[in-house]
């Protein structure tokens, strides 16, 4: 388990095989603060946030898996609200080439219907999924 809490208990849960390799950029980025070192700290924040990013894509398929495998209504809602949510972030993911008409997309095409929520199926799910690993190059 993590004391994390906020974006970086997600980055622990969605980016665990990288979370020693950011702390370690923060560390880095630090000591080039301190050493006026622009060329390390830009590649530092860089490689913070394509990690950043691909911890939200991989939160929001987590929450879109969530959504499939629900037992409950209430289990599914919590999972497309969280899902959602990661989905709408994923228009600042700009390192990974993704915009506002990217996470648009996603999110119209899941839960713009006439019953909304109660509309989502399995395809629109696999669509999304399909859409954000192929963006994130996340197999």
Same mark, same amino acid.
């Given at each position: ?22 702390? #370690?950029? @923060?560390? =880095?980025?630090?000591? &080039?603060? $301190? %050493?006026?070192?622009?060329?390390? /700290? *830009? +590649? ?45 972030? #994923?228009? @600042?993911? =700009?390192?990974?080439? &993704?915009? $506002? %008409?990217?996470?648009?997309?996603? /999110? *119209? +095409? ?30």
């Amino acid at each position: 388990t993590s004391n994390e809490s906020f974006l970086g208990s997600y980055v622990w849960e969605y980016n665990y095989d990288n979370y020693s390799k950011i702390h #370690l950029a @923060f560390l =880095k980025g630090r000591a &080039a603060i $301190i %050493n006026k070192d622009q060329v390390v /700290l *830009k +590649e530092q924040a860089n490689f913070i946030r394509s990690q950043f990013e691909v911890a939200i894509a991989n939160a929001a398929l987590g929450y879109l898996g969530k959504w499939r495998t629900g037992t409950s209504d209430a289990a599914r809602a919590h999972a497309i609200g969280e899902g959602a949510g990661f989905i709408y972030s #994923l228009r @600042f993911c =700009k390192l990974n080439g &993704a915009n $506002i %008409n990217f996470s648009d997309g996603i /999110l *119209k +095409e899941l839960l713009v219907s006439p019953n909304g929520f109660w509309d989502i199926t399995n395809e629109k799910v696999l669509s999304a999924e399909n859409k954000i690993k192929a963006q994130f190059k996340i197999n």
